[in-house]
């Protein structure tokens, strides 16, 4: 694999849903860091209060997964979410962090033959 992660499998819309909320959240974590390190006291202010709503969001989606899943309904897939996450998040410092596109090797050296 290259630099850059590729597009994730075709996701059901509950996955997209999951997803694209998560990333919201990592999308905000990220801009409460950026704050945090510019010592903008008013941004992460902002930021932290929109997080706070991503977060609830990310909530009520997942209660709602979770409610599909108690119903018979088929779980969403680990893979694909990883993969959208790693995708639509490649723009965010703490999505770049926790969901690498390509995770790194134990020991975090090079592969080396």
């Known amino acids: 694999m290259g630099a850059h992660s590729t597009q994730p499998p075709r996701l059901t819309d509950a996955e997209v849903r999951l997803a694209e909320q998560y ?3 990592l999308d905000f974590v990220s801009r409460c ?10 941004y992460l202010h902002d930021k932290a209060g929109q997080l706070e709503e991503a977060a609830g ?8 997964t979770w409610q599909a899943i108690r119903a018979g309904k088929p779980r969403p897939s680990t893979e694909a979410i990883r993969a959208a996450v790693a995708w639509f998040g490649r723009h965010y410092r703490a999505a770049r962090l926790l969901h690498p596109a390509e995770p790194r090797r134990e020991g975090g050296g090079p592969d080396v033959a």
């Open 57 to 64: 969001r990310l909530a009520k989606i997942t209660g709602e």
């Open 33 to 42: 860091a950026q704050a945090i390190d510019a010592g903008d006291w008013f």
């Open 23 to 25: 990333v919201s959240v």
